[in-house]
């Protein structure tokens, strides 16, 4: 992984006076530091291109006729506590320090003042980072340290920028290996990825064939009722669909949930139907296989497919969300499998875990690929 460069360290003032406030007396008396982007939240997601510029906007709860200096800290063990409560997996920037003795002034007779900062882009090999921002020491200015809202976590979120395979599977599958056996039992499982069908002009057209004989997972558009434009799981003795409302060349972001008890589908991150299956022989699932694009002669349109994950865990709806537009860790042990499918060409489709369940698709299923795909600004 490449170093990272801070592109520029500028302290900038920023003199904001509060509107309203002409006749608002000048003093230290109950007066507080805080970070303006701490008062309504604990983060910010900030998204990283070329580079990314943070502004710490450091505050007084009201003016003094003297400056006040307070010293910035990097901490990154905001990130573990933040990780532990959101279910999330942000590392800190590597590499990575603001200058020594870095600190804000806010001059007499203003109210706050900006401390700047970049981070030039880097390899992040999939996963997720964030910076931990606190105020240190007040340095003048006898005001007092706001103890809830001195630290604040910047995300820094590099948006997925890939390729996509297009698809059909009138003359074949995507399978991935081991082709069987794979012997995976486990009691919760999610699977998200991204979907676009060209359109949906016949029932039965299935994304997804995996499970075992006796808990198979099936999911597919369409069943026996018209119009086909409608996405359905068959699992564990039961079944449930989506309204028949999706439209063709549309991106959505799929996630199915199942806890041990419910099975819950996503669409773009917001629950769209939840059902309790049967599960006559239990609720555990066994993956013993995996199949993509897998009911032949039905599949006749065309469906671009990318970022495929295979959890053996439930995950939240705050996970789907925070992740969908973003590779996450392929080491993450509760992946069984990461498919990115984002190689550019070819037929062949890398699980970026390291488990081996790499995919092959038979010949004539990729049609063809779409390049520089950002599935934020679809």
């Not at 904001?16 to 997601?45: M, P």
């Not at 939240?316 to 499998?337: H, K, R």
Request: aromatic letters at 12%; proline letters at 4%.
């Amino acid at each position: 992984m490449k170093k990272i460069y801070a592109l520029s360290f500028i302290i900038t003032c920023l003199g904001i006076l509060f509107s309203g406030c002409d006749d608002a007396e000048y003093g230290v008396i109950d007066n507080s530091i805080y970070l303006g982007d701490a008062v309504t939240s604990k983060s910010a997601t900030l998204t990283m291109e070329e580079e990314v510029v943070i502004n710490v906007n450091v505050r007084l709860a009201k003016q003094v006729t003297n400056d006040v200096e307070v010293t910035i800290k990097l901490i990154p063990e905001l990130i573990d506590s933040y990780n532990e409560e959101n279910a999330t997996e942000y590392y800190p920037v590597p590499d990575f320090q603001l200058p020594e003795n870095a600190k804000v002034i806010i001059p007499a007779g203003e109210i706050s003042s900006v401390y700047s900062f970049s981070v030039k882009d880097f390899d992040t090999g999939g996963k997720q980072y964030a910076l931990g921002v606190e105020l240190g020491d007040v340095l003048a200015g006898n005001v007092t340290k706001s103890v809830s809202q001195s630290r604040f976590i910047y995300l820094l979120s590099k948006p997925l920028k890939v390729s996509v395979p297009v698809l059909n599977g009138r003359t074949g599958k995507i399978t991935m290996a081991p082709e069987t056996d794979w012997e995976i039992t486990t009691k919760e499982w999610s699977l998200e990825f991204w979907a676009r069908m060209s359109g949906y002009n016949r029932n039965n057209q299935a994304v997804f064939s995996t499970g075992s004989k006796d808990h198979e997972i099936y999911i597919r558009f369409g069943d026996a009722n018209r119009p086909y434009n409608y996405l359905q799981i068959k699992t564990l003795g039961g079944q449930v669909q989506t309204d028949s409302d999706l439209k063709a060349n549309q991106w959505y972001h799929w996630t199915f949930v199942y806890d041990g008890t419910s099975l819950t589908i996503y669409r773009d991150g917001q629950q769209d139907i939840k059902f309790n299956p049967p599960a006559p022989k239990g609720g555990a699932v066994r993956f013993d296989y995996m199949k993509m694009i897998s009911s032949g002669s039905y599949f006749v349109d065309q469906c671009a497919m990318s970022q495929v994950r295979l959890w053996k865990t439930a995950i939240s709806q705050s996970q789907i969300e925070n992740n969908m537009f973003f590779s996450v860790n392929p080491n993450n042990a509760d992946l069984l499998g990461y498919w990115p499918m984002d190689e550019g060409d070819g037929n062949s489709f890398t699980d970026i875990t390291g488990n081996g369940h790499n995919g092959t698709a038979d010949e004539g299923v990729v049609v063809g690929w779409e390049h520089n795909i950002r599935f934020d600004q679809q």
